[in-house]
């Protein structure tokens, strides 16, 4: 037996809060009678509608995939540009990204059709950590980057890097290659944060996303979690 907004926000509808208002509001129905009671019990054997549509609850599936670049996160684009469901065909669920990357950016995205997982991790409360590779214009030295690890005041408010590492210098490009570690997911968060240093990101990789790495995994290929990982990642978001 499970909680009816929580069976409806794993069915990736919407959010276990919006699933509330919606049960509220008198949208959805158990067996045919409406459902205005918040935390009602149901099981497997009940029929239920969203807004009249019938609830399918699908197979819950984790994906670790590997974004290329000039690719949106969406599922579709009105301007018939690339997006990750070019790459995603073989798998025969209705899934979706958790959280976004800039067209322009590569790396690691957790792809579900979990929707109640999906919401946790992008939750900002539950401090899930992105690692990115920045290739960044110019010598970047480590007094400089280790101002991200104390904190700056952005337009948006304060944000500060959990690590930061100096990977490389091309001297010959005059180009830096740096670690950010952030456990937000703000718009163009790690993009700003080198903004604030005098420097420019000209090329970013999320290496990880809540301890999955790309390590191995070529960019527009993906791989199934283990079941270690989906675990670890409920124990993170604490929904187990």
């Given at each position: 037996?499970?909680?009816?907004?929580?069976?409806?926000?794993?069915?990736g509808?919407?959010s276990?809060?919006k699933a509330?208002e919606l049960i509220?509001?008198?949208?959805?129905?158990i067996?045919?009678?409406v459902?205005?009671?918040l935390g009602?019990?149901?099981?497997?054997?009940?029929?239920?509608?969203v807004?009249?549509?019938?609830?399918?609850?699908?197979?819950?599936?984790y994906?670790?995939?590997?974004?290329?670049?000039?690719c949106?996160?969406?599922?579709s684009d009105?301007?018939?540009?690339?997006?990750?469901?070019?790459?995603?065909?073989?798998?025969?669920?209705?899934?979706f990204?958790v959280?976004?990357?800039?067209?322009?950016?590569t790396?690691?995205?957790?792809?579900?059709?979990d929707?109640?997982?999906?919401?946790?991790?992008?939750?900002?409360r539950?401090?899930?950590?992105?690692e990115?590779?920045?290739k960044c214009l110019g010598?970047?030295?480590?007094?400089?980057?280790?101002?991200?690890?104390?904190?700056?005041?952005?337009?948006?408010g304060f944000v500060?890097?959990?690590k930061?590492?100096?990977?490389?210098y091309d001297?010959i490009?005059n180009?830096?290659?740096v670690?950010?570690?952030?456990s937000?997911g703000?718009?163009?968060m790690v993009?700003?944060?080198v903004?604030?240093?005098?420097s420019e990101v000209i090329a970013?990789k999320?290496?990880?996303f809540a301890?999955l790495?790309?390590?191995?995994?070529?960019?527009?290929?993906y791989r199934?979690l283990?079941?270690?990982?989906?675990?670890?990642l409920?124990?993170?978001s604490?929904?187990?």
């Open positions: 037996m499970e909680r009816l907004q929580k069976v409806i926000a794993q069915a509808i919407c276990r809060r509330e509220l509001a008198g949208k959805v129905t067996n045919g009678e459902c205005t009671t009602t019990k149901i099981s497997e054997e009940d029929k239920i509608t807004n009249g549509e019938p609830l399918i609850l699908e197979t819950k599936v994906y670790l995939f590997n974004k290329p670049k000039n949106l996160t969406t599922s009105d301007r018939g540009r690339p997006t990750i469901m070019n790459y995603l065909k073989d798998i025969e669920y209705r899934v990204a959280g976004r990357l800039d067209f322009d950016t790396g690691a995205l957790l792809i579900t059709n929707g109640d997982l999906a919401n946790k991790l992008m939750h900002p539950y401090e899930i950590q992105k990115y590779l920045a010598n970047i030295k480590e007094e400089s980057l280790k101002k991200l690890e104390k904190g700056i005041t952005l337009e948006d500060k890097a959990i930061t590492k100096i990977i490389n001297k490009n180009t830096t290659e670690l950010i570690v952030v937000e703000r718009y163009h993009k700003r944060m903004e604030y240093l005098g970013l999320r290496l990880s301890n790495s790309i390590e191995n995994l070529r960019p527009g290929s199934k283990r079941i270690e990982e989906i675990d670890q409920k124990k993170v604490k929904i187990m």
